[in-house]
């Protein structure tokens, strides 16, 4: 469109000026030489800069968490009429926007039949029966769209038993109530939130019997001890006493029922009887009010040390209530679990902005819109920017005045709460066309846990250019400090190619970024504002997933007068301008030959000896990280004589094609069969301490209890060659195009 | 470089010419018309027709077979030198060649126990010796080098039993040997080749407890009958009567240690003992010279009138010889196979042309270079075109008057007769890489079967550059037509988009070219000169894996003057410079849209009902094919704009990935969990007659006797999906790149 009506003017000169322009234009051969390519524009990109605007974002939060907003409600759907209104605004909106949508598999309690936690006597008398609801503290718990706390995806069931404690129900927590001589069998477990999986929790408990799982949230993981009414919401940021976090306990993500198929209406879908990754046994989550009552009438010994919370009284083991309580010794506890599972509707809204030069590359950008509540903080804290973000690039676009190189992609996902179900189905939909074209995914969930300092996470690619942008922006409420200078206080690491830098956390799968990065092998970042950490140790900010995460909780609490959200605002705009302009594309690879060396030498380290003893040697490995090395190094010199020079833009487009796969040349479909999704060989699910290759690592830590020439072993060595193949793939992606 | 020195004219100019010419050059955008953009040069093109030279592809196919080259020996090694030599010439040479070695497992015959098929009389007397050498008609197959006739990867062992006649091997011949109540326990099999594939045979004899298996290839099926000395070779192409067709009987391709790894000596390898594939019995191949004296010995009821072949007596069933014949009624056959199997060095050879303006678009043309024994038609006759076109294209280059537009990548295979091990283990190494810059695959193995017409097997992309090669070369021995004019004689279908068209094949696993269309979505084809049908039904050239393959057999029956050789190599070579050297790449994938439309209206016809009663509906594999068509109804309209005006490279190139990655948008690796590479949801395996969708066909085909609701019709829905979510996703590739 714009380059037309450049063309247009320049045909409309050359007429004017006659033969010497003509000749001028025709002597010269073009693509071989482009003085002015469509480059980043840094006015442009100041201009944006400025009018990301702090009051529109609390506006827009307003509004947005203005009623609960559960994946699929009617008010989840009138959010997507809202964005499809904002993104195809004539003033301000994008050049088009679409709210597909998928069927898939949900997990809701009943209505007629809420989910109940009693103390039943002996005599079956209720003794106590646990909050069904949280309170009414601000006028915005009690509404009949406000979701009761559920365990989604845990099954229905009425278990009743003696109850234990079992800390956070991690494998180790069970261990240690058998090795206590704790009977588990048929027994219904109190665990807390935090050391393991929602699902998890449940899984460990089931393998030793147990009926049936409780999960709160204990004051000393969430409120730093804190516990009275008046130290909490709405007193403080703290989590009221009837504050429950509500969650999916599904152990993968996306659709339950259509694992890497679309969730289309005809799609073939799982019987239930085949779907794996549900919790096993009945499971709900109660506030640390209730916890308190149940927990601190425990009979019994003494928990440890380490299990031992903020609830004022000494944790006891279980099973069941001591005599001098406040319920009697032989008392069970009850927990009945009616959770239905549906098919509903979900849709996500996607909006693009094509790009003038290389339409067929896409920059992503984009958050879930679903919450639990009226989820103010998640996710409408990563809504309201990205609202914000659209509506100046969708002005700037509308006025004429700019075009991004490549296309933008903003994307509002649905049913992320229950799993990342819209994401992931959207890269199944799309898997060939997005891998081949995108060139990096931008992800902006919860924009502020507080107000401290940015955290990022993503892939060593995306390394620079979060950098160079966060050093131009200023930092809220440190003066002159830019983002960048405030951030490396807080995160940093001592980075052998380039000192002391902020530090990235590596990618899991706690939002919508998973999919792009295990599944497509994209590039990708997730961007936030939070905590000091000297100041708390909350495990994450105290209303989260409950119905005390407001407006007003964000708006008195975590960022009063919205600057931490403008500062998200400016770093996931410059990020994205920055990915979606430049005519290089700002992804320094090299950056992977330092995670490359670090994962090399912590398996050195850490399994060398171990490999050694069974003649496994990491001779090829090394010889791969090296050859990896050489390549980034080469490469490295390339783009900075292209640089330096006049390049044309096919040249350039080879050379940002080779930047833009780099990163899905380290995907192996086959290299985890047991893992659903995730490809990457180098950030799939690792247990066990050493940061290092994933594979390899979990490979080490099955084999190393068995025999010399188990299967075992034969799969350390396989998972050493996939790693080695991938490595030596990749450094073939960044040698010379035309090498052998 | 050639861009550069026309620039340094330009600016040249543009000084000279001054104001006028700077503000033309400025004033007008670049990149966004281009006059003059590298497309293919006709002249060139006539040039390298011209300069390929049948007598030349004669001296080399001379020197290519003049010794055995069997896989890994060291005449193998001696023409990887020879090939590195061609492509290293300073005068005709390539920029650059390799010879990368892989460590594959092969098999061999032992040389200390020579394998031996015997007929064994009661008292345990040798009553006959089959030849374990081919008679030395032409005093080349007496040589050391020739490695006498066996099943590679066959077992060692040695079965003796009662002789049975089980014709082809089928699973359909051992049944209806069941039916006529002949036991086969025990038994050793003889059977001919044809209708299964050489493993299948063995696979299927086991089933029912065939002991050993032996095959020999039948007069009626090589010869038209013909098997007397005098009719056959060196009298006549008709196999002599002591020729053995030797081959692989492994049932996957690629090295059998190392599935999905490139077999480098450091990769993990399979414990022989979880290796699949292999024959589970002896097997041994005879000719039918020996298979006459035990077959026409047989006792028992007369074999299916379909069953009986041309060795001049009835074939009877068995089991075991009649009392009147050359044996004793009691006698048995025993077979003794001692192969071994052997990890061995095998040499990939790779020669590269690079790209002056994509060098990062690669156009691949390879062939094995390993036979069976001298292998002048398999596969010298393939290198010889080879080698011819790398000459003429290398001459062009090293004058300095030609640069393809994309690279070139010339291949020389490595035990390829083994299971495609060479070109297997390459798509392995380099999978990223060659998925996302290579735009097509030509595979030129056999090129001459037979000097009546053109024999092209390919993807629907290529059949348009195909037609426009051989619509402007001419047809050896036919006047003035055309290859493509003498073509559609031959092999012709009815287009309901172009009306009568040459037909091209489907690629199967047959040679180099199955990983890179079954496990890399290469869009491939394979080119060759063959038969008139109505003049033989040899099953295929009669001399096929025989040490009779020699070069006086090609010079004198099945190319004297070599003119198809050269035939073949202008279709190759046209074809290649029309894919490296267009501007636009000439793969048409709307051809695609009448394959699907086919395979579509086949399941309605033939698979319609039984879906239909099952519940299974097939609109939304309707929905999806008319999404395709009207996606590349679309584009080529698209494409016809942009060749009216003067698009710009980058355009251009856009539009170019669309094409090229089309066909990867048919990969899905979880497709055929049962199937080693297969991931092209349009060419897997079909069993069945019913040409469509393959994973649909099959899943039916195991359904239709299952009751309702099995997994077996799961799996027919699974199918169903993957392939819709596949058609779906190779149109999103189709629609405009900025679509959502």
Redesign the interface.
Known sequence: MQ?LK??G???G??AL?????????????????????QDLDLEILETVMRQLDASRMREDLRELSREPHLSSSPRDEALVQLLLQRWRDPVSGL????APQYEVLLSFPSQEQPNLVEVVGPTGDILHTCRQREEDLTGEQGGPDVVPPYAAYGPPGTPQGLLVYANQGTEEDFKELQIRGIKLEGTIALTRYGGAGRGAKAVNAAKHGVAGVLVYTDPADINDGLSLPNETFPNSWHLPPSGVERGSYYEYFGDPL?P???A?P???RL?LTNVSGFPPIPTQPIGFQDAKDLLCNLNGTSALATWQGALGCDYKLGPGFRADGDFSADSQVKVSVYNRLELRNSSNV???I??A????RYVLYGNHRDSWVHGAVDPSSGTAVLLEVSRVLGTLLKKGTWRPRR?L?LASWGAEEFGLIGSTEFT??????LQ??TVAYINVDISVFANATLRVQGTPPVQSVVFSATKEIRSPGTGDLSIYDNWIQYFNRSSPVYGIVPSLGSLGAGSDYAPFIHFLGISSMDIAYTYDRSKTSARIYPTYHTAFDTFDYVDKFLDPGFSSHQAVARTAGSVLLRLSDSFFLPLNVSDYSETLRSFLQAAQQDLGALLEQHGI?L??LVTAVEKFEAAAEALGQHISALQKGSP???QV??LN??LM?LE??F?N??AFPEERYYSHVLWAPRTGSTVTFPGLANACSTAKDTDPGSEAW?EV??Q???V??AL???A??LRP??D?
């Open positions: 380059s450049v063309l003017l320049g045909v000169a050359a000026l006659g033969l010497g322009i003509i000749l001028g234009h025709f002597a010269i051969p073009k693509g071989s030489n482009q003085p002015d390519p050049d088009a926007a679409e259509t890497y198929l679309p289309k005809s799609s073939f019987d996607l909006g693009i094509r790009g030069v290389e339409p067929d296309s992609v199944e939909e799309f898997f060939s066309k081949e074209r040697s001779g090829p044309d833009t096919l487009r080879m094609d080779q796969l899905r040349s995907l479909p086959r034969a060595q396989r050493l060659s996939i080695v193949a030596e793939g990749a073939a992606t195009v035309a052998l």
